[in-house]
């Protein structure tokens, strides 16, 4: 077994955490695989926070989380408008992700370039959804932060941002670029920044439709997790099916430790 650890896409509501409570044995698990060489990357589409915040909650569940590992798709639509030159942008999105888009909002009198569809919970209005509506008839580009249905929490099952995103595709005719799991290219970011291809990677994660289909889809090796949304997605098993299933993340480390760490 002298091989190179493997590189571990690690997913987090459903897989480190599950309604709001940690998963027994996750940081355990983390501590394990990173003693095995492994390279670590979290991947989220946790859209309502900013990424020190989601850092600093898993450190107060004792993961341990370091400077570079944590992907969300506010990390991934920065870097997109950071490249796409001047913008002005105009973000549907929650009210503690505003200060992360504030150096890509323009003047008023400047045409919109780009409507970020998040988490928008706390800020949702007809007024904001016919704004963001407006302007994409006007030309604007559409990016989602993600597509998910819905997400669990301790009260409950809540909708989610893909509702927002569907809303603005089906009245303005423009589709998103999806900045979130499972696009390929918020795979590939992730990969690369661990030095690796996305084919080569192991993807641990609790939703079929989105961790899961987006590592199959990229050739990598998937893990799924019978915890988070597992339960509720027999259907979508049926036709998503990972190379590996455990109970949990718990298992993780000695599944890759029998494989020789190869991905």
Known sequence: MATSGATILCDLDGTIYSSGVTVAGAGEAIRELRELGCVIRFLTNTDSRPEELIVSDLHARGIDVRPGELFTPVTAARRYLAAAGPVNVLPVVSSVLLESFAPYVGRDSDPITHVIAGDARDTLSYPLLDAAFRALRAGAQLIALQRGRYFKR???????????????????GSPAVLLGKPSQDFLRLAAESAG????????????????????????????????????????????????????????????????????
């Open 196 to 263: 690796a291809e996305p084919h080569e990677v192991w993807i641990a994660g609790d939703d079929a439709t989105t961790d899961i289909a987006m590592g199959n889809a990229a050739g990598a090796t998937t893990v799924q997790v019978r915890t988070g949304k597992y339960p509720d997605q027999a259907v979508e098993r049926a036709t998503i099916r990972a190379v590996h299933e455990i109970d949990s993340i718990a298992s993780l480390p000695a599944l890759v430790a029998a494989s020789g760490f190869r991905a």
């Open 154 to 172: 301790a009260n409950g099952d809540h909708i989610d941002t893909g509702a927002i995103v569907a809303a603005l595709e089906y009245s303005s």
